[in-house]
């Protein structure tokens, strides 16, 4: 039987940031571990803005930064022949070119659209069962309760649709579905890209992310949700006085000067995130030298229970570093309580502080352990394989 033919659209050349590089590679080398045969594509059919790393986070329609971020990125881990993206305004292909890339498309046995940043018509794919993977849970799924006419065309054209929302469709969470069956998915993990590196006692508990997004908050039966994050990281500013740990968070905080200053006024320290981000590299070794996450999580997922978990929470998990995350539900799918704690309070995250400095090796095995054995590739990718079998 010939291998699995798979084709992964997803986000990188317009976002070239260390997060999406890694999510990428994650599906692209779970999916050859299986011993699919796989391809990542990317253009600007659908959705052409990209963005360019620097002061002003330039964004641009010139997609010379993201070509090179991901030819070199891509090179370094095995698949330099083995991606596409297509500049639809000028007409010009880059990576593998032309006749691979269509080639590749047209002889897919499986098209896994990441978050629906590209949009390839059938015609394009005609072989390929088609798979929505859901990474923005309840803002997708409420948004369709909405009436977004154009989303839910986009959803339509899959035929088989995954959320990292695990909790959706079930009793412990009220988020409509939209008359869609929604299976439940989380981020595959390569383990051998975190190898855990000795702990240093000094490091900090650490995070990288956005501070604040306006412009998307969602209503649903008379509730509004926010899509941020900063009303629910200002509920936790005591924490480094009452805890007496470290906190690192790596967003872009200072654009908020007032929130700048009461983040480092309660002994917050604050990195800048594109000296984070734009390498994957150092992004990986930033995760790695840190002591363990500590995050909150958008006050949608907490409080309508999606059971989301991030795809970086779980690379910290696999670097051996235990995870201290908002309580979204995602205990219902995971194992809480040693290498990784749901928090609800204050009090909630000062007791897993307490449990992890008691005993931080036992935490730190715990925590590599639990992505060795929920986050690994066959337990996965495997559904989603199903979809063609």
């Not at 940043?117 to 059938?122: L, S, T």
Request: charged share 25%; proline share 6%; aromatic share 14%.
């Amino acid at each position: 039987m010939s291998a699995l033919r798979v084709v992964l659209a997803g986000y990188f050349v317009r976002y070239p940031l260390g997060g999406y590089a890694w999510q990428a590679l994650h599906f692209l080398a779970g999916f050859r571990s299986l011993g699919c045969d796989v391809f990542f594509y990317e253009d600007t059919a659908y959705y052409g803005e990209a963005y360019v790393p620097g002061a002003d986070g330039m964004r641009t329609t010139d997609y010379g930064y993201g070509v090179r971020a991901a030819a070199t990125f891509f090179e370094t881990h095995g698949f330099a022949d083995a991606w596409g993206f297509w500049d639809a305004g000028a007409d010009r292909w880059y990576g593998a070119g032309e006749a691979r890339t269509r080639a590749a498309l047209a002889d897919a046995d499986l098209f896994v659209n990441l978050a629906g940043v590209n949009r390839v018509p059938r015609a394009a794919r005609p072989r390929a069962a088609a798979a929505y993977v859901d990474l923005d849970p309840a803002y997708t799924q409420l948004r369709l309760a909405e009436g977004d006419a154009g989303l839910a065309a986009m959803v339509a054209e899959h035929d088989a649709h995954f959320t990292l929302g695990e909790n959706i469709g079930t009793a412990a969470c009220r988020i409509p579905t939209g008359g869609v069956r929604w299976r439940p998915i989380r981020q595959p993990i390569v383990a051998k890209w975190w190898e855990p590196l000795p702990m240093d006692p000094a490091a900090a508990y650490t995070t990288v992310g956005k501070w604040d997004a306006t412009g998307r908050d969602v209503t649903f039966e008379g509730e509004t949700f926010a899509w941020r994050k900063r009303t629910e990281w200002l509920r936790f500013l005591d924490l480094p006085r009452t805890t007496g740990e470290r906190f690192r968070v790596a967003m872009d905080v200072a654009g908020r000067p007032d929130d700048l200053a009461r983040l480092r006024a309660a002994g917050w320290e604050v990195a800048d995130p594109l000296a984070v981000s734009s390498d994957p590299d150092v992004y990986r070794a930033f995760v790695r030298g840190s002591r363990g996450e500590f995050t909150v999580a958008k006050d949608v997922n907490v409080r309508l229970r999606s059971g989301w978990f991030s795809d970086r929470s779980a690379c910290y998990l696999a670097a051996g570093r235990p995870v201290v995350n908002q309580d979204t539900g995602f205990g219902v799918r995971l194992p809480v309580g040693e290498g990784l704690f749901a928090f609800r309070t204050p009090d909630d995250a000062r007791a897993a502080f307490a449990a992890i400095a008691a005993d931080p090796p036992r935490h730190g095995r715990a925590a590599r352990a639990l992505a060795l054995e929920y986050f690994a590739p066959a337990r996965v990718l495997g559904p989603m394989l199903d979809v063609v079998r």
